[in-house]
């Protein structure tokens, strides 16, 4: 028994060993971590120095790193945010994965394949690895980018892909349907929708009130374990109801995307995540089958690279559709060409039921891991030939992480706004720092004598490098909506006691920046036009007085309206309008 325990710890010692040699060292060439994870997993598994002989068995414990990958995003996705993001998920995301599989399916045939067999592969070739893009856009800090939220929402289409594409391959298989698989059939229909309730009714109901008795034990670990068994538990139930174990922790993101609880939870989960996703890495490089790539390396090697090809060519071209840049198709195309982590699922059912052979399982297995570790590969190259979403940082200083800047104000954005908003804490004397991600902004704000870096205010250590803890105030001046909020929230967890000013773009905008709890924020159009209706006034007839009284009213008012639809009383905040306007003025 003891020898047995001491065997099991031996390839425990060797999984991390092998992490914490290979990552630092990939990195420092400048390969990345993913890839320092695929070759240390090919080292030390069955066909290199033998430490393991089951990958699957690890993959499949690992898979609880994108499981929890997944529940993070889901934290930085309210409904209101996903609801948004409705159109990318089943518009572009099934554009995507029916054109790709249509284009794989014409290439498995080309190979010389029957449609069945080709269809089948090309299905699974056109789940994309979650795990990868995940960590790759993490890395870059690009998750609540434009481009990154269009990767998320096709990765979550092709999650719940799985479960339909299963039901394809069984009804794809050589034995005659019968009524007991139709009714089999409306059974797993039904349990998934149970699952989908149940875990809908849980976060809405159950897991607010769950974490504000724990919070109030003071137990850290408690609070720990309480996060592990939401993302577990979540993940359970969907897998019992037939449905993505990822998809599910997911969803409990999004259900507590919104409670007071979300950062603790993902500094809680954070650990977790990262060392079962490295595992994760470590299982697919184990899992490339090197007996199977020299027997078939002519098949595999064309096959991987032709299904590569067609895949990226399909992204680029529907990237292009939905009017994102030349520099963000390709970026998007290199990025998800590879197949994923499903596909093992989907090849291992099919070869189960006999619509595939064992030889075609094996082979295409192979051709998906050999994408997975190509990738990395693939993004370097495309790195090294292509400039950054073609942005010009020609005289443009970054911020660097080593020193923070020292302003007591810092500003984040400096266009029209930001500008004027600059004014009054330079003429008190306060030391202003300012950040934009604009080249061309921040060319011309040196050429008029203000420094400004380069710099994404939504990202975490952005903030730390401006020195958002040692401002007094933050001024958050940019033009879009979604990135204000996202800053505020940040900010709010970076930095807690630093004051934040924020501009708002419109009435609903203003009710997010108070959920987000901005300490003062101002509608861009609410002045100006305020200001234009004091003129009316005045120019109607009224005296000074008269205007200034009427002015106040008006602000008044909004005020109290705001207040009241802030609580949930939109009836009576127009209500309150209507009683408290402005008598009119005389013909």
């Not at 090697?301 to 198709?329: C, N, P």
Request: glycine share 8%.
């Amino acid at each position: 028994m003891a020898a047995e325990g001491a065997g099991e710890l031996v390839r425990v010692v060797t999984l991390l060993a092998a992490a914490v040699i290979a990552v630092p060292l990939f990195k420092r060439l400048g390969l990345g971590s993913v890839l320092g994870y695929l070759a240390a997993g090919l080292i030390i598994g069955p066909f290199g120095l033998k430490f393991f002989d089951d990958p699957q068995a690890i993959i499949h414990v690992a898979e609880l790193g994108v499981v929890m990958f997944l529940f993070v995003i889901g934290l930085e996705m309210k409904p209101s945010h996903l609801w948004n993001l409705r159109r990318q998920i089943f518009g572009l995301g099934s554009m995507q994965v029916i054109l790709a599989a249509a284009m794989l399916t014409f290439v498995g045939i080309a190979f010389g394949y029957p449609w069945q067999v080709a269809f089948v592969s090309a299905s699974g070739f056109v789940l994309t690895s979650t795990a990868i893009v995940m960590q790759v856009l993490g890395e870059r800090h690009e998750l609540a980018t434009p481009q990154g939220q269009s990767m998320v929402s096709i990765l979550l289409f092709e999650d719940l892909l799985i479960v339909p594409l299963l039901a394809v391959v069984a009804f794809m298989a050589p034995t005659v349907p019968t009524a007991t698989a139709d009714t089999s059939l409306w059974m797993k229909l039904g349990m998934a929708v149970l699952s989908l309730a149940i875990l809908v009714a849980a976060g809405r109901w159950l897991l607010n009130p769950m974490f504000g008795i724990l919070a109030k034990s003071k137990a850290r670990e408690v609070m720990t374990a309480a996060a592990l068994l939401v993302v577990l538990g979540a993940a359970l139930l969907m897998e019992w109801g037939g449905l993505s174990m990822a998809m599910g922790a997911f969803l409990a993101g999004v259900l507590l995307s919104e409670s007071s609880f979300r950062h603790q939870l993902e500094a809680d989960i954070e650990p977790f995540r990262g060392l079962l996703l490295g595992l994760f890495f470590l299982g697919v490089g184990m899992a490339l089958d090197l007996n199977v790539v020299a027997q078939n390396w002519k098949l595999i090697v064309s096959g991987v690279l032709a299904l590569m090809a067609a895949k990226a060519a399909v992204i680029y071209g529907v990237a292009r559709l939905a009017k994102s840049s030349h520099a963000d198709a390709l970026e998007r195309a290199v990025l998800m060409a590879q197949g994923g982590e499903f596909a093992f699922v989907l090849f291992s059912a099919a070869a189960s039921q006999g619509v595939i052979s064992g030889t075609v399982n094996a082979n295409m297995t192979a051709i998906v891991v050999l994408s997975m570790a190509l990738t990395p590969l693939f993004l370097i190259i495309h790195g090294r030939f292509s400039r950054k979403n073609g942005i010009n940082l020609e005289g443009v200083e970054s911020l660097n992480g080593d020193e923070a800047l020292r302003g007591n104000v810092l500003i984040i954005g400096f266009g029209r706004v930001g500008q004027i908003a600059s004014q009054a804490p330079i003429a008190y004397g306060a030391q202003i720092s300012i950040i934009d991600n604009n080249p061309d902004i921040i060319r011309q704000a040196d050429k008029d004598g203000f420094k400004v870096y380069y710099g994404d205010g939504a990202r975490e250590d952005i903030l730390h490098a401006a020195g958002a803890e040692n401002a007094d105030c933050i001024l958050i001046c940019i033009d879009d909506a979604h990135a204000t909020t996202r800053i505020v929230e940040i900010a709010k967890h970076v930095c807690p006691n630093t004051r934040l000013i924020v501009r708002a773009f419109d009435r609903e905008h203003a009710f997010e920046l108070v959920k987000a709890q901005a300490d003062f924020f101002v509608r861009e159009t609410f002045e100006a036009a305020m200001s234009m209706g004091n003129e009316a006034v005045k120019m109607l007839g009224a005296d000074e007085s008269q205007s200034a009284e009427i002015c106040e009213r008006v602000r008044r008012t909004d005020k109290e309206r705001f207040a009241l639809e802030v609580a949930g009383d939109t009836f009576a905040g127009r209500a309150l309008l209507l009683k408290n306007a402005p008598p009119k003025a005389p013909h």
